[in-house]
C-alpha cells in the first residue's frame, strides 16, 4: 500500500470515525432524561448514592461531588444553585467544619431520582435486549480503549505542536481516573 493510499484510507477512517461518534452522542442517553437534564440527574445519582443507606450521613460535600462529576466548583455550584431553585436539593454548611458546604436531596429530588434511574434502567434494558449484556460489556470495554487512544493522540501531539500543548480536554481527565481504578482493582 502506497503512502499516499494509506492516507485517503486514514482520512476515511477519520471521516466514519466522526459520523458515528456524532450519531451516538446524538442518539446517546440524551433522549432518556425526559424528566432531568443529564447533568442534574448525575449530581442526584451521586448525591443519592453518597447519602442512601448510610447510617448517619449529614450529606455530602459539593467538593466531593465536583471530583466525581470531573466538573469545576463554579460549574457545579451553579447547577446546584438551579437544583435547590427547584426543590430537589437542600444546601448547608458542615457542622464540623464550617468551611464545607454539604447537599441532601430533598423529598422531591429523591422522588425525580427515582423515576429518572427508573427511566433510565429502562432505556439499558431495552438496548440490552437488543445488544445482549456480553455485547455492551465490550462495547464499553471498546469505547473505553478508543477513549484512552484518543487521550494518548492527544498527548502525542502536543508533543509535537506546541500550540496544542496550552489546551486541556476532561476526557484526559476521565482516562486517567480509569486507569487508577483499573490499577486499583489489579
Known sequence: ????????????????????????????????????????????????????????????????????????????????????????????SDPVDRRNTLVNLTEEGQKRHRHAAALATEYIELMTDELSADRMHALIRTLDECSDAMGHALEAMRERHPELRDITCPMEDNVRDRRSRRHRRE
Not at 449530581?43 to 443507606?53: D, E, F, P
Not at 469545576?72 to 426543590?87: I, K
Request: overall charge positive; some cysteine.
Open 1 to 92: 500500500m502506497t503512502a499516499k493510499s494509506n492516507s485517503v484510507e486514514y482520512e476515511d477512517l477519520g471521516e466514519e470515525f466522526i459520523r458515528a461518534v456524532a450519531r451516538f452522542h446524538r442518539l446517546s442517553m440524551k433522549k432518556a432524561w425526559i424528566v432531568l437534564s443529564k447533568g442534574h440527574f448525575v449530581a442526584l445519582h451521586i448525591i443519592y448514592k453518597a447519602t442512601s443507606g448510610a447510617k448517619h450521613c449529614d450529606g455530602v460535600s459539593v467538593s466531593a461531588i465536583a471530583e466525581r462529576m470531573q466538573t469545576s466548583l463554579p460549574g457545579l455550584s451553579r447547577m446546584l444553585r438551579m437544583l435547590e431553585q427547584q426543590g430537589l436539593i437542600e444546601r448547608f
